[in-house]
C-alpha cells in the first residue's frame, strides 16, 4: 500500500488524479492524506469525486473515502475494464480532468472503450476541449493509440451542462522525442462567446491583433447559440510542424476583456520567443504519457509547480527517473527513462 501526502507539490487535484491513473496503471494500491490541503476548499470537491468514482468503475477499484470534502482515500484497483462508460460531474467541475484520469489506463486496455462525460468542458484551472483535441490527443495518437474525441455541447463555469464522446483504441504506448517545433505554420485566435455581448469577443481579438501582431485573418469569433449558461474564452492555437499549442483564456465578471487577452498574449509570446515545442500547461500531461511509455524526451519552457508534482507522484508507483537539463535561459530539455 502506498501512502501519499496529498499536500504536498502544489497542494491541489492534480496529484490525486495522477495518483489514480499510475494506481490504475500498474494495479498498485494507495492510501493518501491531505487532500487537496492547499486549496481554499480543501478534500474532494464533485469533480475529483466523479474522476475518484470514475476510477473505480474503469478498475474494479474497492474504495474507501469517496464522498464529498474528505481528506482521506483508499484505493484498491484490481483490473482495467475496457467497454462504454458516461461519467458526469454534475455541477460546471470539469469533465475534461475526470477523462484525463481513467484514459492513461484505457490506453492499455485489453479492448476498445467508449466515454461519455457531462460538466464543464471550459474551466478555469483545467484543460480546455480545444486542448485536448488539437494539442494533446494527436500527442497520444503519435505514441500508438487511437483516441478521438467530439464535443456535443460546450460547458461554461458556472453553470456547466458541456458533453463529448471519446473513443479509445488501444495500444502499447510508444517512447516520444519531440525537441523541435519546427516551423510555425498556422495561427488562429477564436474568441467564443455563449449569452455574453458580441463585443466582448472584438474586444479581446483587437488585442490579440496588436498584441501578438497576428491578422484579420488569424482571428475569428465563435458564437454559441445554445448553452446552460454564459461563457467567454479566448484560445490561442499555435500550429507547427511538429507539433500544436493551445493558450486560453477565460472571460470573468469584472475583468475586462483586454486584460484576459493580454495574459493569454504574453503566453503565446513566451512559447514563441523560447521556441521550444511544448508548452507548460502540455508539459504535465506529456511527462505522464512519457512515464507510461517508460521513455522519451522533450523541451520545453522551466518546470513550474504541476510538472514537479507529477515527477513527485511518478516516484510513488514506477521506477521511471526524468532528468531536466538547462539548453538555454528559457528552454529546457527533459528526459524520461524507464
Known sequence: MVRIDGSKGEGGGQVLRTSLA???VTGTPFQMENIRAGRSKPGLL?????????????????????????????FRPRSVKPGDYHFAVGTAGSATLVLQTVLPALLSASGPSTLVLEGGTHNPAAPPFDFLTKAYLPLVRKMGPVVEASLERPGFFPAGGGKFR?????????????????????????????QVPFDVAQR???????????SAEE?????????????????????????????????????????????????????????????PHLCDQLLLLLALARGGSFRTLPLEGHALTQMETFAHF?????????????VREIVVRG
Open 22 to 24: 499510475l494506481s490504475l
Open 46 to 74: 464533485r469533480q475529483h469525486l466523479t474522476s475518484v468514482k470514475a476510477a473505480a468503475a474503469v478498475g474494479g477499484a474497492e474504495v474507501e473515502g469517496a464522498e464529498l470534502h474528505s481528506r482521506t482515500l483508499t
Open 166 to 194: 471519446v473513443s479509445v483504441r488501444p495500444a502499447p504506448l510508444e517512447p516520444l522525442h519531440l525537441l523541435e517545433r519546427g516551423k510555425v505554420v498556422r495561427r488562429l485566435a477564436t474568441a467564443m462567446v455563449a
Open 204 to 214: 479581446e481579438l483587437t488585442t490579440v491583433g496588436r498584441t501578438l501582431g497576428w
Open 219 to 279: 482571428r475569428r469569433v465563435e458564437e454559441v447559440k445554445r448553452s446552460a449558461g454564459p461563457g467567454n474564452v479566448l484560445s490561442l492555437e499555435v500550429e507547427s510542424e511538429h507539433v500544436t499549442e493551445v493558450f486560453t483564456g477565460f472571460g470573468e465578471r469584472g475583468v475586462r476583456a483586454e486584460a484576459v487577452a493580454e495574459a493569454v498574449a504574453e503566453e503565446a509570446r513566451v512559447y514563441l520567443e523560447a521556441e521550444v515545442p511544448v508548452g
Open 318 to 330: 514506477t521506477d521511471v527517473r526524468v532528468t531536466e537539463t538547462p539548453i538555454a535561459p528559457r
